[in-house]
């Protein structure tokens, strides 16, 4: 029996503690339209990281398959056992940062290290700034330039790796990348009439662009596909072996600290989504009176950091790490939010219908004959996607020449010599070209305009 919600209040579900466990069925009504999309969707992204797992990490197809679903896991428990309100995902402009520290370490367990390292860090640090609530203090105290420059780096590392990448699939990737910047970043597109058609392929842009690319990778031989029947068996042993904590043990203590640099970005660039998430609902808020949202950002930071810790204590590290939102299908899902309680009955059951088939799904061999041949192609639009919205990000975060070309200098420092030597020399540099200025004034018209006035 599904317990429905009364006009105006919070979503109803078993409270435990801070958090709020939401069963579909039984709290959140369930909408079978939405899960073979959301379902597939899921699968393709999560699983473009398997190439990394297995470069990294030195581990089979099977394994690196088997602790993406786990990942899934805890993606979805965000939603139903934990109640936080975002759709949940990976702390996506973290990747080209991490790829650039991944590669200084041997592949294998020194990797595997690497990140269990990243992750314990990441943890500790979720954990302080919930507990104390010093999270936006902290994230103020930070000078927009170099916050800036660090979400730079991401997308110069991200540009970097892609083009790195091109040569290995150029006719299939180009088609993805062309496909999903038109659907998604296009203005000629966005001036087109608001119709039907457009709508679907806006908010289908990375399935689109995904699917195109494989009727065009298989065309040009770029891309074979081998279908099978069956059901996946994960290797539980295996995986248990080659990644878990449990078997690999706990990264040297100098490593743990010498990756808490990278950590303070990491948690800069989550903060950054916590607020477009909290921007998002509000508005999502002002159109649905029917539902009161609860937006907690110090219980975002716990999930985080459970949603963290779970993840290597049960399956081991994956080159990305759980992160507060999904913004793409967060983004497509306020929307059909907007449209009335009628076609999404709460925030809550949008997610989780979305998101609720990817397991079973990924689970048959059919599905992932289709879907692994194209993990390079969703890997490369990910990171693609992630480069173009982190730059453009950065520059919108800073107002004059002088900051926009520090923002520059430090994104070059931290993709190329790596987050100590991005945030030491950025904090310098600061201090030397902006110094106490207040970062929204026009720096530069004002030194001519004192230059015109002197002479």
Known sequence: MLIKRKEGEIHPGFKWGPFTMRIPGVHLEITPSQHLQGGLLLLATCGSITP????????SLEVAWTVSLVFLVWVIAQTVLFGDIYAAGAITPALPLTIVYLNTLTPGIEAIHGMIAISIVVIALFLFFGITRLGEKFNNVIPASLKAGIIMGAAIAAFQSEIGRLPTMPITLVTAWVIVLLLMFSIPFARLPDTKAKAIAGSNALLI???????????????????????FVPPIGEVFSTLSIWSVGLPPWEMIVSVIPIGFMFYILVFGDLLVAQTLLKDAEEARKDEKIDINMNRSHFVLAFRNLAQILTAGPMPWLHGPIWTGVQVFLIQRYKKGRH???SIFSGIANFYLLAIPLGLLLPVMGIIAPLFPVALSVTILLTGFACAYIAMSMVTNNISRGLVLMIGV???????AW????????????????KEDLPIVNDVKIKEEKIS
Request: net charge negative.
């Open 343 to 345: 076609v999404m009955d």
């Open 422 to 437: 991005g945030i030491g020399i950025g904090t310098v540099l600061y201090m030397l070209l902006i110094g106490k200025n």
């Open 52 to 59: 990394l797992a297995m470069k990294y990490f030195n581990i």
């Open 413 to 419: 420092l931290c993709a190329t010599l790596g987050a």
């Open 209 to 231: 662009a995904f699917a195109l690319a494989g009727v065009v990778g298989f065309s040009t031989g770029e891309v074979t596909f081998d279908l099978q029947w069956g059901v």
